[in-house]
């Protein structure tokens, strides 16, 4: 076997590494679990239970004329939107300072445990080194061909 098809064997047990991980049956249902979530959210958006600002905003969705996407990070300039906007700042520095105080809470009576940020942050730094090793192995056998 040539040092080319060593790499192709290789490269295609690393992408079938890959396709397995895409295709974990718990990955499924987490995306399953969020779009119904979203569904749920835009059902009750359309309601009005959320408020004037989300009804505003979900009619506009509905309507094709914005997104959550747009909304959120301020391509949306209504007013509606930038309420939004506003809202969920408060509510996102709110949740990070409860755990920033429940990090020194558990740190002054040695609980040792980690906040749910800390440990979002640590899989996701996680998941970044692995997917930089395995993007540093796809170019290093590249090269090698």
Do not use: C
Not at 5 to 22: Q, Y
Not at 87 to 96: D, E, G, V
């Amino acid at each position: 076997m040539n040092q080319s098809d060593d790499f192709g064997t290789r490269f295609e047990k690393l992408l079938h590494e890959l396709d397995e991980a895409m295709n974990d049956p718990a990955a499924a249902e987490q995306e399953a679990a969020l779009t119904k979530r979203a569904e749920q959210r835009a059902t009750s958006a359309r309601s009005g239970a959320l408020g004037a600002d989300w009804k505003t905003v979900q009619r506009r969705i509905d309507q094709g004329e914005t997104t959550l996407a747009a909304v959120f990070s301020g391509a949306d300039e209504t007013v509606a939107a930038r309420r939004l906007r506003e809202l969920s700042r408060k509510n996102l520095q709110a949740l990070s300072d409860s755990w920033r105080e429940s990090d020194e809470s558990d740190t002054t009576q040695g609980r040792g445990r980690q906040s749910p940020a800390a440990e979002i942050t640590k899989a996701r730094d996680e998941s970044r080194k692995h997917y930089q090793d395995l993007t540093r192995q796809v170019h290093a056998r590249l090269r090698g061909m």
